[in-house]
């Protein structure tokens, strides 16, 4: 699914609005990123929440998303 050239975002609720569009469905049970570069949107990160049973330190949750992000370079 292409996005759309231009997207304005005059709140927290167009980017809500925005993410089943970038993902093609509506994520449940996930973290959704994404970059940006001024005021270009750049990568959508969706990656699944850590479930109860997990027992990794969620700083290595939080360094994986971070080294997901800073992959877009053109972020």
């Keep these: 699914m292409k996005p759309p050239e231009h ?7 167009d ?3 925005f ?3 970038s993902l093609g469905y509506w994520p449940a049970d996930s973290l959704v ?3 940006l570069q001024g005021t ?3 990568a959508t990160l969706r990656l699944d929440l850590p479930g109860p049973e997990t027992l ?6 939080a360094r994986t998303v971070r080294d997901y992000l800073l992959a877009d370079h053109n972020a």
């Design 56 to 61: 990794a330190d969620p700083r290595d949750y």
């Design 33 to 35: 990123a994404m970059t």
């Design 40 to 42: 270009r949107l750049g």
């Design 19 to 21: 993410i089943p569009h």
């Design 15 to 17: 980017i809500l609005g």
């Design 7 to 13: 997207l304005t975002v005059r709140g927290p609720e």
